[in-house]
Structure formats: structure tokens, C-alpha cells
């Protein structure tokens, strides 16, 4: 007889024999009977031996699909280059690399997975087996035991007989996770709207971060990458590292028949064009810099922007482009923002559109 459901001995002792025969008697004073197995059901696969060919032929069939699907990831891998953009429905605009190695890989990876179910499904044993569990609860002995312990060391303790202890001890108790609840303070307060903004603003000079000394155009040449920041921000300000982080720049000099963005061409000064530093990931400053494909790469989840096209992800989990701050010259030679950047710096967030 089963004991499955882990049941007393003197109430198993009433439950019907496997197989399911309920006694009437064993129901109405047991509402937790042991219903005992099922009757045994037979698969096609198990009486019909063209159903398991077939059976063993969708296996075989799935197992292959997972190898084209392999050798198909490949040879996307080689045919693609990581630039090329293709349109598919209803995605859009996507990099027909990450596509379809992600495509061929889900077959390669489905194929194994389905296979390997329909296997056990219809072509593995199915024989019902009875596993006897032991009692779960402890014996009399021992909860008798465990029960002369707990009296004797409740006893000993003076937890009884020392009022004052215990109550000191149940107010300890109780205040102590309020620790942890006036920490739920440092969620707040709401950033509001300072996602939104950095420092830049018309007329504000771009600082060469190296330097410190104002930027000019003759100081960026093609090929080079510079950073700036804007002027009046000090490493001493005490909001030093909030604010880099969100006005932090990329400058670079484009030659103006490689730039493919005619805004881009129009927000920069003579093929020069700034970007903010700020991965859209998940933040990371950006700093390698390809001067013949004009890409730049983040070094954290390797996030791939095209300088030339507006800064456009070409590759990686990036959502966004690189924001870009309007630029210009000012009276004394000096590059100077015409603004702050049109969209939030950074990761994409709740709120951001
Ligand atoms: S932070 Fe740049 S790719 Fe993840």
C-alpha cells in the first residue's frame, strides 16, 4: 500500500489498496484518503510501433533543425557586418546582425529543447512508480524531549521569575526593526525633474576637461577625442560628481561630407560636434573612440554608437542615441552651448518619453 501523502500509520491502516478502489467507509471518515493510483493509461507510442517511429522521427527532425540553426548562426555571424540596418516587421529599424543571430540561435537552442520533450513525452518510459515517504514529524519521544529542554531552559534562564528582563526584552525586540524602516528614507526625495537638466545652458563655454582652459575650435582636429565640461563646474563643488555625471561631453571633428545626420551637421560648428559622455544603458562613461568609422564604444556591456549618424546605437543593449548639445562660437573664439540637450542624458527611466 502507497503512503504517499505521508499519512499515520493507524490511518493508512483504513485506505483503500492501490489502484484507486475507494472503500466507502475510508471516505466518509477520512476526507484525505489515499486515493491510490490511477489505472495505468497506455500512450499510442507505447501499443503502436509506427506511432513511435513517427514519434522517434519528430525527435530526429527537431535535433536537426538545431543543427542548421547552428550552422546558420554562423554563417550570419560571417555575412553580416555590424553596421547593416535592416527593416523587418513589425520591429522596424534593426541591426540585421544582432537579429539574426538572436533568430538562429533560438532555433538552434528551441530545436535541442523541444526535442528533448516530445522525447520523454512520448518515447521515455512511463511507468508510475510508488516513492514511500518517511514521517514527517518527529516521534512522541522526542517532542517530549524537546518539550522537558525547552521548560528546563526557560528555568534556568529566569525568563519566567525576571519581569523586568522580559519586558526591557519584548521593547528591544520590538523597536529594533525600526532600523531598517527609517532607512526607507534614502529612497526620497523624488529626483522631480533634475533627470531632465544638466548645467549646460546658451552661452555657457565648453571647458577642456584636461586643461581646463576654454575649448576652441582649433583645439579639436580630426581623428581626435576630446571631453569637456561646463564652465564654473569645480572638482570641489560639493555636487561635483552629480553634475559631471550628467554634463559631461564628447567632442569630436568630423570631416562635414562624413556626417549622414544633416540635424548633426546643423548642431555642430564646422564638423564639430559634441555629444554627451553618458552611455544610454545604463551610464557608463564612454571613452574609445574608433577615428576611421568615427564609432565610439562603451566599455561596460560594449554599447556601439556612430558618431557620423547621429550617434546612433549600432550595436548593444543601448536604447537611445547619445544626446547632442547645439554648439557654437561665442565673441572671443571660445566654444559655447547654445542650450541644454533636448532629451535627459543617460539610461532610459520611468518618466522619460
Ligand atoms: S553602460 Fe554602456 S553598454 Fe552598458
Redesign the pocket.
Known sequence: MSDEFGSHKDVSENLPSAHGAHSGDAVQHDPFANPGLPPHEYRRQDIDEKAAKHSERVVAGLFTLSMLGTIAFIACFVIFPVDKIVYIFPFGHVSALNFSLGLTLAVALLGIGVGAVHWARTLMSDEEIVDERHRADADDELRENIRQQWITGARESGFGRRKLIRTTMYGAMALVPLAGVVLLRDLGPLPEDKLFHTLWAKGKVLINSNTNKPLRPEDVVVGSLTFAQPEGLQESDEDFQQQIAKAALMIVRLKPEDIKDKREAQWGHEGIVAFSKI?T????P?SLYEQQTHHVL?P????TFDLSDGARVIF???GHPLPQLRISVNGDGNLVALGDFAVPVGPAFWERS
Open positions: 552611455c544603458h545604463v551610464g557608463c564612454i562603451c561596460c556591456h560594449q554599447s548593444g543593449p543601448a
